[in-house]
């Protein structure tokens, strides 16, 4: 028998990921990143990492699922236990590497302590809608932004640095990095008009995929409500995605901003 336990960060994908089951699951939260809508049953840290694994295994979770946002937390020497702390070279080994290999890493000790780790694609498909224009009407030179966009952020994420662009009549305006998609959008949100292709020659877009190599069971990037409002404030016509690699959080919501908003939303 499956039993699914969803390891928690911040924000709403948790609570919706919760919602798509048919049974309830685990909500085990990482400490220091509370999800919204939903109340964990189990907060854990990494120091206590094999205890909490051996908790899971003792509530008869057999498949697990990452959901939410979560940054690398200061780690406490101290309260490691034993068996944890022999993993910390594992994880300094990969997190200098980056983050896709850090999280490779995650997922391998979830694998190896006995759980199936699926995707939300996985356990809640339709967060992760398929091809399809879903909002408007992409003209031709949104499309050929929308390739040039797809381009500079493939060649972003082979060196693991973001899975976001904004591009308008060819041109980069702006390239994801650690400070993530809000901080990009208002940044171009900020750039002066002499920076910036005439916008009666096509606005431009927002393009979000997942890096090359990553395994996407894992930091799939998310778009929302919120993020419809932030294109339309940076001047954006649209937000184009890979299909099947983005999550989308509230879709039907995300409809009804673009339309009020005039931009498009294309699953590409």
């Keep these: 028998m499956t039993r699914l336990a969803i390891l928690a960060g911040r924000g709403a994908l948790p609570a919706l990921v919760a919602a798509a ?4 699951p685990l909500i085990a939260c990482l400490d220091g990143f509370t999800p919204e809508g939903v109340t964990p049953d189990i907060t854990f840290r990494i120091e206590r990492l094999v205890p909490f694994l051996r908790h899971l295994a003792d509530q008869g979770i057999t498949t697990v699922t990452f959901a939410g946002a979560a940054h690398r937390p200061r780690l406490d020497p101290s309260m490691f236990d034993a068996d944890t702390a022999q993993m910390v070279p594992r994880f300094l080994s990969a997190m200098q590497g980056g983050d896709d290999a850090t999280l490779r890493v995650v997922i391998d000790i979830f694998s190896e ?4 780790v699926e995707g939300v694609a996985q356990v809640a498909p ?11 009407e992409p003209t031709a030179r949104d499309k050929a932004d929308a390739d040039r966009a797809a ?4 060649a972003l ?9 904004v591009v308008a009549q060819g041109l980069c305006l702006a390239a994801e990095a650690l400070p993530g ?8 949100a900020a750039l002066p008009a002499h920076l910036r292709p005439d916008p009666a020659r096509g606005r431009g877009l927002l393009y979000k995929a997942p890096k090359p190599a990553q395994d996407r069971r894992i930091d799939l990037p998310a778009l929302g409500p919120a ?12 937000i184009a995605w890979e299909a099947g690699g983005v999550i989308c959080l509230d879709l039907a919501a ?3 901003a673009a339309a009020r908003l005039g931009l498009f939303l294309w699953a590409r």
């Design 21 to 24: 089951q048919t049974e309830k």
């Design 151 to 154: 381009a500079i952020v493939t």
């Design 254 to 256: 995300m409809q009804a």
């Design 181 to 188: 998609t809000d901080a990009m959008l208002a940044a171009v």
């Design 227 to 238: 993020t419809v409002e932030a294109a339309a404030q940076a001047g954006l016509g649209g």
């Design 126 to 136: 339709s967060l992760v809608p398929g091809a399809g224009v879903l909002t408007g």
């Design 157 to 165: 994420g082979a060196v693991d640095v973001g899975q976001g662009a």
């Design 113 to 116: 302590a006995g759980f199936a």
